[in-house]
């Protein structure tokens, strides 16, 4: 058999995504996944899909998040079309909830903002909090189903998807990387793209370099209420998505947990906590079930998308922290433009999000790469 085109290290939601867009492009390409594909921080996101929600500031990343959205429903029509899978996207508004202590800085970011969404301001009319906000183009996805419609779309596409196959490492040969190392023997092709989440550096240190990814657990609730509210609230605090079976997702802590991915009762209380102030009518919810999940985060907190600088065939797309279903998409198509060899599709958004910026810094985590 023929060499596959592209060898992707990690099977999330970037690593399928990345997969399913370079196969629907006509390039061959195989996943490998230590563990269940999605099975791990992609399988704890509460599928938000909330660009200004998750900006404080008129910067590269809030264009990136923005852009990110705008390129969700085609992609989601173009998935569902593969699979007849529907995941439930919905972009019909999210309630952000103002407290009193942001309540200036969040006034005086609305002319920015509006750039983006006619946002809608209502003063305190919300117990506890001092402004209520309704954006009407942000929304959420439904994380499980869409996760299930890109690994359907990927095997639709003929991507070879190994599961329980972990890297060890990469295979390099005189500044090029030809594919993975595992347990099992190399997988090679012409391009490697490393998308191993918060395991990402585990994989590329072999080499000498590293993207400095870390991991930052995230906890969540699931309850069922008879009647719950409809929208998506979100606060600094925390939000509440509820979904179309009638589950609220009450999220989500930020602990600096190291690699331990499990639940506790101190993050429990605290989503309890968030839950009362968001959405009081909670009180009386079954408990579901609770979860969490571990976001790679960057030193700056960004994203890292795009060739490795002085290392033939070696792609990177990781970081994506807190975002990384709103950013899906858009990484999809840039990651299968750049293994076509082209640039960027939004060069003027993504510019500012390569590992260039890794290099560039003093006390880098970068490395000296290879070569
Ligand atoms: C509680 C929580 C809530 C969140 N909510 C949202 C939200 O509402 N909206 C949003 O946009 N984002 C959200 N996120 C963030 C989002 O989930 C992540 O940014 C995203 O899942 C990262 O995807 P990934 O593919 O990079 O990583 P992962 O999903 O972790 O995938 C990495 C994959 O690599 C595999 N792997 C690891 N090592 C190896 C190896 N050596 N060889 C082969 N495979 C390997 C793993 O098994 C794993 O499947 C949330 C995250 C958490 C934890």
């Known amino acids: 058999m023929s060499l596959p085109d592209v060898v992707i290290v990690g099977g999330g939601v970037i690593g399928l995504a990345s997969a399913w867009r370079m196969a629907k492009d006509g390039l061959r390409v195989t996943v490998l996944d230590a563990g269940q594909l999605g099975g791990e921080s992609s399988r704890a996101a509460a599928g938000i899909l909330g660009p200004l929600a998750e900006s404080s500031r008129d910067d590269a990343f809030t264009a990136l998040l923005w852009h990110g959205l705008e390129r969700f429903p085609g992609f989601v029509d173009a998935l569902r079309e593969d699979t007849g899978i529907d995941p439930e996207l919905d972009l019909t508004g999210i309630l952000r909830l103002v407290a009193a202590d942001e309540a200036a800085a969040y006034r005086d970011s609305l002319a920015w903002r509006r750039r983006y969404a006619a946002l809608s301001v ?7 909090f001092a402004l209520a906000v309704w954006s009407p183009r942000e929304g959420q996805v439904y994380g499980p189903r869409y996760l299930q419609a890109l690994a359907d779309a990927c095997a639709t596409r003929g991507v070879n998807l190994q599961r ?14 030809t594919g993975a190392q595992t347990t099992s023997g190399p997988a090679a092709a012409g391009v490697t793209l490393v998308a191993a989440g918060v395991w990402t550096d585990q994989v590329l240190q072999p080499l000498g370099i590293a993207t400095g990814v870390r991991p930052i657990r995230g906890q969540v609730l699931a309850v069922r209420a008879p009647a719950p509210h409809p929208e998506v609230r979100y606060a600094a ?11 609220c997702i009450i999220g989500a802590t930020e602990d600096d947990a190291g690699y331990d991915g499990s639940v506790s009762l101190g993050g429990i209380v605290r989503l309890a906590e968030k839950a009362a102030r968001l959405a009081p009518e909670l009180s009386g919810a079954s408990f579901q079930r609770a979860w969490a999940g571990l976001r790679p985060k960057t030193a700056d907190g960004l994203p890292v998308v795009g060739w490795w600088p002085g ?9 994506h922290y807190r975002n990384g279903i709103l950013l899906s998409a858009l990484t999809a198509e840039w990651t299968a433009a750049l293994a076509r060899g082209g640039g960027s599709p939004a060069p003027g958004v993504t510019a500012s999000f390569g590992p260039e910026r890794l290099l560039s810094k003093p006390g880098s985590p970068a490395g000296p790469g290879i070569g």
Not at 164 to 177: D, M, N
Not at 311 to 319: I, K, N, R
């Open 164 to 177: 329980g196959r972990a890297a060890t490492g990469l295979v390099s040969h005189g500044g090029r990387v």
């Open 122 to 128: 209502r003063e305190e009319t919300w117990p506890g």
């Open 311 to 319: 290392v033939e065939g070696l792609m990177v797309a990781t970081g």
């Open 237 to 247: 605090i925390g939000y509440v998505a509820r979904k179309r079976n009638g589950v």
